[in-house]
């Protein structure tokens, strides 16, 4: 929309692309990133109880959202350790969500429905690789869900608090002209990293995951919700 002055006006266009992580924002695991990681530490020689394992635990907590390969680079500083703690990661993660340790949060696809319906798409991302985001996918039964899912490796290699999943959701799917009618939503403070450097005008925080109110906002956080459940709700009355 082009203004009197010939400046072109977005504030009434509407935000036709949703980025939305999943675990912990559209997905609960009930801790599984956690056992995962306790289960690929031990692999390479951490025990559980020691000191080192509690110093990485609280590592991985603290980077809840982040790409896992970049967590495992910066706990053991070498390459070929970080990849095999990461398949490690990525099996265990594989065998817990196998054993239907994983369900939707309340609300969640209805939303992504209500969402889709209204004609905007509707992105899922994640931190982890894409064969355990397609074993998640499997487990909930959401395949078709959404037009486009993405990892860190479809879109270069740089998971979060890169803006690259973002940004790639902008370019792959064309749903929006200006990234500021982008609407992005996650759990964790790197997911509000990666929505305010990817210049979306929506990045709203929900208290269903890893972080609370204070990280959330202090992150970058637009607007912190209670779930992702009130966010079609957000989004509308940002058009109003």
């Not at 910066?74 to 369900?103: C, K, M, P, S, W």
Request: aromatic share 4%; hydrophobic share 40%; net charge negative.
């Amino acid at each position: 929309m082009t203004s009197p002055t010939g400046i072109t006006d977005i504030s009434r266009d509407p935000y036709n692309l949703v980025v939305l992580d999943m675990a912990g924002t559209t997905v609960a695991d009930g801790g599984l990133v956690e056992q995962a990681f306790s289960a690929a530490a031990q692999r390479l020689g951490v025990q559980p109880g020691s000191d080192e394992h509690a110093r990485q635990l609280a590592y991985v907590r603290a980077t809840m959202g982040e790409s896992k390969i970049s967590v495992f680079r910066h706990l053991f500083d070498d390459e070929d350790r970080a990849q095999d703690a990461n398949t490690a990661f990525e099996e265990a993660y594989g065998e817990l969500v196998d054993g239907g340790r994983i369900a939707p949060l309340p609300g969640a696809r209805e939303a992504i429905e209500r969402l889709a319906a209204e004609g905007r798409t509707v992105v899922l991302t994640t931190g982890f690789a894409r064969t355990t985001q397609d074993a998640i996918l499997a487990a909930l039964g959401w395949q078709g869900l959404v037009p486009l899912t993405l990892c860190p490796a479809d879109a270069g290699g740089r998971g979060r608090p890169y803006p690259d999943m973002v940004l790639a959701a902008f370019l792959r799917t064309g749903a929006v002209d200006d990234v500021r009618r982008i609407a992005v939503a996650g759990d964790t403070s790197y997911d509000m990293l990666s929505g305010v450097r990817s210049g979306a005008g929506i990045v709203a925080g929900v208290l269903t995951g890893a972080h609370d109110k204070d990280q959330l906002t202090r992150h970058g956080a637009t607007h912190v919700l209670g779930s992702v459940a009130e966010l079609p709700d957000l989004i509308a009355r940002a058009e109003a």
